[in-house]
């Protein structure tokens, strides 16, 4: 397969124009033979911030510069994911779609990679992450997972979640002792740990973010997109590099713009689901609002019972 570096005159003005340090940006065309049709990735250049990490992999060290691959929402061109799943292996942090707001994700067991998301986006240390899950295997693994029923009449919740997911849903769930530790705690390697044993976990309905978790086949630690200065949600992706590509992100994938709608926060750790942000997905009968009070619902009333 030829490589081949084509200068694009006449180019609107746009991030790959603005943060190219070149005169000129590049696009590179990858040949394929006479029947396929030809591939093409646009990508931006920028000068490596100092808060941009060496890597132990010499093929991401010689990447100097931000990656921004733009990909049909509905998934068809997933194959351009490729680079961007090499990248996440080898410790990349990066800005993926998912069905709500744009999220800044990394490989779940790559330590050095959650601490740098951390620092990308200046993250407090009692600020918590979620995870990104490809199906209910990831979730039960890092999880304790949902209360499923005992047959006896026992509260049913995981009959009920299912119908919920892939959603705009963030449900908080106990960890287990597979989730790696800089997850369940807070702050770096230079800072005092505080436990944390609750985290919440998210299965996307966005064929773009599904392709992403299928090739890494483990979950994502993960963070909405949110300006720094206006704490406003970026949903342009343009925008997102243009702000957190001098941070040291690592690339972005651009599925189009988003809308201002974040995933419906659910807690699943007390005696009732209740929901702590009221987000896209729609408050189900057998969620509790956050205004209710315990003492005022019936759980007989509202959760679902086992068959």
């Excluded at 990831?138 to 005992?150: A, K, S």
Aim: proline share 9%; with cysteine.
């Amino acid at each position: 397969m030829a490589v081949e570096f084509k200068p694009l005159r006449g180019a609107p003005l746009s991030f790959r124009r603005s943060l190219n340090p070149c005169p000129c940006p590049c696009r590179i065309s990858f040949h394929s033979p006479s029947h396929i049709s030809p591939r093409f990735i646009t990508f931006a250049v920028v000068k490596r911030s100092p808060k941009r990490l060496k890597y132990s992999s010499p093929r991401f060290t010689k990447q100097d510069g931000l990656l921004y691959v733009e990909v049909d929402p509905s998934g068809a061109d997933s194959w351009k994911l490729d680079p961007i799943v090499d990248l996440l292996k080898e410790g990349a942090v990066g800005v993926i779609p998912t069905d709500t707001v744009y999220a800044i994700a990394c490989d779940l067991r790559n330590s050095s990679a959650i601490e740098r998301l951390r620092r990308i986006k200046d993250i407090e240390p009692s600020k918590p992450l979620s995870i990104l899950c490809h199906s209910f295997k990831d979730i039960d693994t890092y999880t304790t997972g949902f209360p499923r029923g005992n047959g006896q009449g026992l509260t049913n919740i995981f009959r009920a979640v299912k119908h919920c997911l892939p959603g705009p849903y963030t449900f908080i769930l106990t960890a287990s002792k597979e989730l790696p530790k800089q997850c369940i705690r807070y702050g770096t390697t230079a800072s005092k740990y505080a436990s944390r044993k609750n985290v919440g976990v998210r299965i996307p309905d966005d064929a773009v973010c599904q392709a992403i978790l299928e090739k890494m086949e483990a979950p994502l630690i993960s963070t909405s997109v949110k300006s720094p200065k206006e704490n406003e949600w970026i949903l342009d992706p343009v925008v997102i590099a243009d702000v957190y590509g001098p941070e040291g992100l690592d690339f972005v994938v651009a599925a189009g713009i988003r809308v201002a709608d974040p995933s419906t926060v659910v807690d699943m750790t007390g005696s009732l689901p209740r929901i702590i942000r009221q987000g896209k997905g729609p408050k189900q009968p057998w969620m509790v609002a956050e205004d209710e009070e315990d003492s005022s619902v019936n759980e007989d009333d509202i959760l679902p019972r086992a068959a």
